[in-house]
């Protein structure tokens, strides 16, 4: 390779490594949509130029504010996610009934079954091979379904829940880094604080 081709395939990488990063910050930002991403303050000296913040108290202030929200979300983001781990083991319970109602509703022998009248109160019963069922779809709403209709709802529902659970992890395992970045924040600047106050003191003192 002739040193100009080289000198135009080193740039073309460089090029290449940045869309790469640029294509992966996006998708960052898109699979994690609506939490805004916590950035890290390298620099205080130019963070405590900003305005807003004129005072380490005022920086401090707008960062627990900040961390206030992350909290908020993740409170948000927790209860969804006990909602979806309780929902999931009930549709496959449920999921499991049709699959056995499936088989038998080519015979002409009953099923026997206990219906649940109220906490921990079981009544048996005995249920005639059919074709039809009806599921609850929430807000005192029932409807009749085909077997097959009913299976195929469920098995559908089964797994958004599933696909919701595993991004909601997703997403309480991002606001945990977005926490520890805030708290580093924070301390930086409570550090730098401190370190200003003690030059101010050094000066008073040097000046008397």
């Known amino acids: 390779m002739s040193p100009a081709e080289e000198g135009v395939v080193q740039p073309l990488s460089k090029m290449a490594t940045t869309i790469d ?4 910050a996006q998708a ?6 609506g939490i805004p991403e916590a950035v890290f303050v390298e620099d205080v000296d130019s963070f405590m130029k900003q305005p807003g913040n004129e005072t380490a108290d005022a920086a401090l202030r707008r960062l627990d504010e900040q961390y206030q929200k992350y909290k908020y979300m993740e409170l948000n983001l927790s209860q969804k996610k006990l909602r979806l781990k309780n929902q999931i083991p009930q549709i496959t319970q449920t999921l499991e009934i049709l699959r056995h109602m499936q088989k038998k509703k080519e015979t002409t022998e009953p099923m026997e079954t206990h219906f649940l009248l109220a906490d ?3 009544c048996k019963a005995t249920v005639p091979p059919t074709e ?3 599921l609850w779809l929430g807000a005192n709403v029932m409807l009749e379904y085909d077997i097959d209709e009913a299976q195929a709802l469920l098995e559908k529902n089964l797994s958004t829940a599933s696909r919701n659970l595993e991004t909601l992890v997703e997403d309480l395992d991002f606001l ?3 926490f520890t970045t805030i708290e580093v924040n924070m301390a930086r600047v409570y550090n730098w604080d ?10 008073k003192s040097a000046e008397k």
Not at 28 to 33: D, M, R, V
Request: net charge positive; proline share 0%.
């Open 132 to 134: 039809k069922v009806c």
């Open 194 to 203: 401190v370190k200003r106050r003690s030059k101010e003191n050094l000066l």
């Open 28 to 33: 960052t930002k898109k699979k994690h949509l």
């Open 120 to 122: 921990n109160v079981y």
């Open 176 to 178: 945990r880094d977005q």
């Open 21 to 24: 990063n640029s294509h992966t």
